[in-house]
């Protein structure tokens, strides 16, 4: 085997797979689309489920991909251990009711030694226990000897990923990377925990489909997917100890310490860093030019993780000032030829990241100098230990992380109370949860609407017409059903047919009247209440009103059209935004009524005077 830079591993795995029939497809987006099971893309399969389960038809019933993934399960560890890392890239091919075992496995054997020309005696099988199939075909038609072949159970040789989707049994290949790097214990064998043999390529015969609950079912058609870790196989390649030392891993690495003015493979604990910001930079570089922002919630708050760490971590090594948006600059380079959308959207990027580590610093600044005076206090007091509620008070009020308040403790010769904060942690998060059920409870107590048969619906037909007659099938007050209204009375009317449109999606509802033979109300808004029924909250103007009565609806055209002319207008800002701040601006709420409208949405910086005139 050669020395091979990971570019050039991709490539000639790719350029493999095409020769054997696959369509190349460029890695699709971090962002899962159209699939609420995943925050973040997994593995290579991830984008094609629609293709496994038959649900569309794929571009041809044999791919190829080199795919970005992100996995944070161990987040904890990454830094901590050279084997863990949360940004890879996994290459794949695919097979869609196309070629099943036999070719799987043979192609993937005549890559290794004859392309890779890994050596066929450090080369190890696993298979599912049950798989007599895939030990045949890896035995008589690959020539692998027996003892390089074990069985395993569930745990191991099952492939699943999220609540649901394909999967199925799989067979995996290891690498021995010798005795150096083993455990030394009699019994050390494939699947041992040590890090001898080394996992590298893993292909599932994707037969079943998961279902939320639990259960499986087998697919309409037999298909396959491998995936092995880009990284990973050019640590063997490059034959070096770690993702690390990977080439263009390695050049990220030794950026921090130019930056930080350390070397790495020194002082256990830095390295720790080193790594961190190493694996972490990648993430983030990655997601942000996937469009994701940080933010508090779903895979924002992921990317904020893992940027506020590599800051923090950053911050461990001594590095003073804004240094992300340097070290973007060599991800880029190293990864550019693959992924040329790194490049073209450079500035936004190093944007991106900037403003999240600037807004972290300035949380950071604070907090040092409430804790500052907490210090200076308890010297003064002669205590050594910052009480609980402080050290929460911080985290969670000045967003300030409970492990850098230990470190700072510690320089001083000082403890946190870990007791006090740790009740008070549950404390908080008791309360969330009560507040969360009372809402719950609140949101799904009994309205007066509630009374009302719930097969009672209210037909919209205010598309295309603004007055309409129909009958008045309920009167209510705020809680009580009543027979009718007179003048000065506040209720809400119920009727089955209604040109008025009930708020929702950010535009109010209408206003205008509605009208009986004996009396007249002013409709001051209308809602949607409980299932599909719409409420007029009226005022009774004149003489009375009666449940049973016809009557006429009509819709106030002035204001509905001013509302209507708003609402496109609301479009027309979003477009405008996404041209002059990016695609990235999507809508995350909005308001429009008959004077104005309000458009929400996610940007990393305010807009600067210039930006608002253009847009
Ligand atoms: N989906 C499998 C994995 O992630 C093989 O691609 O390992």
């Given at each position: 085997?050669?020395?091979?830079?990971?570019?050039?591993?991709?490539?000639?795995?790719?350029?493999?797979?095409?020769?054997?029939?696959?369509?190349?497809?460029?890695?699709?987006?971090l962002?899962?689309?159209?699939?609420?099971?995943?925050?973040l893309?997994?593995?290579?399969?991830?984008?094609?489920k629609?293709?496994?389960?038959?649900?569309?038809t794929?571009?041809r019933?044999?791919?190829?991909?080199?795919?970005?993934c992100?996995?944070?399960g161990?987040?904890?560890?990454?830094?901590?251990?050279?084997?863990?890392?949360?940004y890879?890239?996994?290459?794949?091919?695919?097979?869609?009711?196309?070629?099943?075992?036999?070719?799987?496995?043979a192609w993937?054997?005549?890559?290794?030694?004859?392309?890779?020309k890994?050596?066929?005696?450090?080369l190890?099988?696993?298979?599912?226990?049950?798989?007599?199939e895939?030990?045949k075909?890896w035995h008589?038609?690959?020539?692998?000897?027996?003892?390089?072949?074990?069985r395993?159970?569930k745990e191991?040789?099952?492939?699943?990923?999220?609540t649901?989707?394909?999967?199925?049994?799989?067979?995996e290949?290891?690498?021995?990377?010798?005795e150096?790097?083993g455990?030394?214990?009699p019994?050390?064998?494939?699947?041992c925990?040590?890090?001898?043999?080394?996992e590298?390529?893993?292909?599932?015969?994707?037969?079943f489909?998961?279902?939320?609950?639990?259960t499986?079912?087998?697919?309409?058609q037999?298909?396959?997917?491998?995936?092995?870790?880009?990284?990973?196989?050019a640590?063997i390649?490059q034959?070096?100890?770690s993702?690390?030392d990977?080439?263009?891993?390695?050049?990220i690495?030794?950026?921090?310490c130019?930056?930080a003015?350390?070397e790495?493979g020194?002082?256990?604990?830095?390295?720790?860093?080193?790594?961190?910001?190493t694996?972490?930079?990648r993430?983030?570089?990655?997601?942000a030019?996937d469009g994701?922002?940080?933010?508090?919630?779903?895979?924002?708050?992921?990317?904020?993780?893992?940027?506020r760490?590599?800051?923090?971590?950053?911050?461990?090594?001594g590095?003073?000032g804004?240094?992300l948006?340097?070290?973007v600059?060599?991800?880029v380079?190293?990864?550019k030829?693959?992924?040329?959308?790194?490049e073209?959207?450079?500035?936004?990027?190093?944007k991106?990241l900037?403003?999240?580590?600037?807004n972290?610093?300035?949380?950071?600044?604070?907090?040092?100098k409430i804790?500052?005076?907490?210090?200076?206090?308890?010297?003064?007091?002669g205590?050594?230990?910052?009480?609980g509620e402080?050290?929460?008070?911080?985290?969670d009020?000045?967003?300030?992380?409970?492990?850098?308040?230990?470190?700072?403790?510690e320089?001083?010769?000082?403890?946190?109370d870990?007791?006090g904060?740790?009740?008070?942690?549950?404390?908080?998060?008791?309360?969330a949860?009560?507040?969360h059920?009372?809402?719950?409870y609140?949101g799904?107590?009994?309205?007066?609407?509630h009374?009302?048969?719930?097969?009672?619906?209210?037909?919209f037909?205010?598309?295309?017409k603004?007055e309409?007659?129909s009958e008045i099938?309920f009167?209510?007050?705020?809680?009580?059903?009543i027979?009718?209204?007179?003048?000065g009375?506040?209720?809400?009317i119920?009727?089955?047919?209604?040109?008025?449109?009930a708020?929702?999606g950010?535009?109010?509802g209408?206003?205008g009247?509605i009208?009986?033979e004996s009396?007249?109300?002013r409709v001051v808004?209308?809602q949607?209440v409980v299932?599909?029924?719409?409420?007029h909250?009226a005022?009774?103007?004149e003489?009375?009103i009666a449940?049973g009565?016809k009557a006429?609806?009509t819709v106030?055209?002035?204001?509905?059209?001013?509302?209507?002319?708003n609402?496109?207008?609301?479009?027309l800002l979003q477009?405008a935004?996404?041209k002059?701040?990016?695609?990235?601006v999507?809508?995350a709420g909005?308001?429009?009524?008959?004077h104005?409208l309000?458009?929400?949405f996610?940007?990393?910086n305010?807009?600067?005077?210039?930006?608002?005139?253009k847009v």
């Open positions: 085997m050669e020395w091979t830079g990971l570019n050039e591993l991709r490539e000639s795995y790719l350029k493999f797979f095409e020769s054997k029939g696959c369509l190349r497809h460029k890695s699709y987006p962002v899962p689309q159209n699939d609420n099971s995943l925050l893309i997994v593995a290579g399969m991830a984008p094609l629609p293709y496994f389960t038959g649900q569309e794929p571009p019933t044999r791919m190829t991909t080199c795919q970005k992100i996995r944070t161990d987040i904890e560890n990454v830094g901590k251990t050279a084997r863990h890392g949360t890879f890239e996994m290459l794949g091919n695919f097979s869609f009711g196309d070629y099943f075992k036999k070719e799987a496995i993937a054997w005549e890559y290794v030694t004859q392309v890779l890994l050596p066929k005696d450090r190890y099988i696993s298979v599912y226990e049950d798989d007599d895939a030990e075909i008589e038609d690959a020539g692998v000897p027996m003892d390089h072949i074990v395993m159970g191991d040789n099952f492939w699943e990923a999220g649901d989707g394909p999967c199925g049994p799989c067979s290949i290891y690498f021995d990377r010798g150096k790097y455990c030394g214990k019994d050390c064998k494939v699947g925990d040590c890090d001898r043999y080394m590298f390529w893993n292909l599932v015969f994707t037969q489909e998961r279902h939320e609950d639990g499986y079912t087998p697919l309409k037999k298909n396959i997917d491998t995936g092995m870790g880009l990284e990973r196989l640590s390649m034959d070096v100890d993702i690390f990977v080439d263009t891993v390695k050049a690495r030794d950026h921090v130019k930056i003015g350390c790495y020194k002082e256990y604990k830095k390295d720790v860093s080193i790594r961190v910001i694996d972490h930079i993430s983030v570089t990655f997601m030019s994701i922002l940080p933010s508090n919630e779903g895979r924002g708050y992921v990317m904020r993780r893992l940027l760490r590599a800051v923090r971590h950053g911050k461990l090594l590095i003073n804004l240094f948006k340097d070290l600059k060599t991800v380079d190293c990864n030829c693959e992924y040329n959308e790194l073209e959207k450079y500035d936004y990027i190093v991106v900037t403003t999240e580590e600037q972290f610093n300035a949380t950071i600044d604070r907090g040092m804790l500052d005076d907490l210090i200076a206090q308890m010297q003064k007091d205590k050594t230990e910052l009480d402080s050290c929460f008070k911080l985290s009020t000045y967003g300030f992380p409970i492990d850098l308040t230990r470190e700072i403790l320089e001083k010769g000082m403890t946190c870990e007791e904060f740790a009740e008070c942690y549950a404390k908080q998060r008791e309360t949860k009560n507040a059920a009372a809402t719950k609140m799904a107590d009994e309205t007066v609407f009374k009302i048969d719930k097969d009672f619906h209210t037909e037909i205010g598309y295309d603004l309409g007659d099938s009167i209510t007050t705020d809680d009580e059903l027979d009718n209204a007179k003048a009375d506040e209720v809400y119920v009727s089955s047919q209604t040109p008025f449109y708020e929702s950010g535009q109010v209408d206003i009247t009208v009986t009396g007249k109300c808004d209308t949607k299932a599909g029924k719409f409420a909250k005022v009774v103007e003489g009375e449940v009565q006429h609806f106030d055209r002035k204001t509905r059209y001013a509302v209507m002319r609402h496109s207008c609301a479009h477009a935004l996404r002059v701040l990016g695609e990235h999507h809508q909005q308001l429009v009524d008959a104005r309000r458009f929400d996610s940007h990393f305010a807009m600067t005077a210039e930006e608002k005139l």
